[in-house]
């Protein structure tokens, strides 16, 4: 299973857990996966198409997977997904 890192603004979903584990052969499993085992937090990072949000950006192993194949990014046991929110300020 892949480890997620849950930033904090999303941590009430996972009983403010800060990794968590979930199953998955593809990017979009494994963040269906965290949704079907942590409810709620798919909204978060899921717009009403399925397409990631656009102020959420989603990293697997230090990449950002807009630069890999999106979604589809194959996954590996061992592999870590990231998960930060874009900030904004003035």
Same mark, same amino acid.
């Given at each position: 299973? #892949?480890?997620? !890192?849950?930033?904090?603004?999303? !941590?009430?979903?996972? /009983?403010?857990?800060?990794?968590?584990?979930?199953? /998955?052969?593809? +990017? !979009? *499993? +494994?963040?269906?996966?965290?949704?079907?085992?942590?409810?709620? @937090?798919?909204?978060? +990072?899921?717009? *009403?198409?399925? #397409?990631?949000?656009?102020?959420?950006? +989603?990293?697997?192993?230090? *990449?950002? @997977?807009?630069?890999?194949? /999106?979604?589809?990014?194959?996954?590996?046991?061992?592999?870590? @997904?990231?998960? @930060?929110?874009?900030? #904004?300020?003035?």
């Amino acid at each position: 299973m #892949a480890t997620l !890192r849950i930033p904090t603004p999303m !941590r009430g979903f996972t /009983g403010n857990l800060a990794e968590v584990a979930a199953p /998955g052969a593809t +990017v !979009r *499993e +494994v963040l269906k996966n965290l949704d079907a085992r942590h409810p709620g @937090i798919g909204g978060r +990072v899921f717009d *009403e198409r399925g #397409a990631v949000r656009r102020y959420v950006n +989603v990293f697997l192993n230090d *990449e950002d @997977i807009r630069a890999l194949n /999106g979604l589809d990014t194959p996954v590996k046991d061992a592999d870590r @997904i990231t998960l @930060i929110p874009a900030m #904004a300020g003035g």
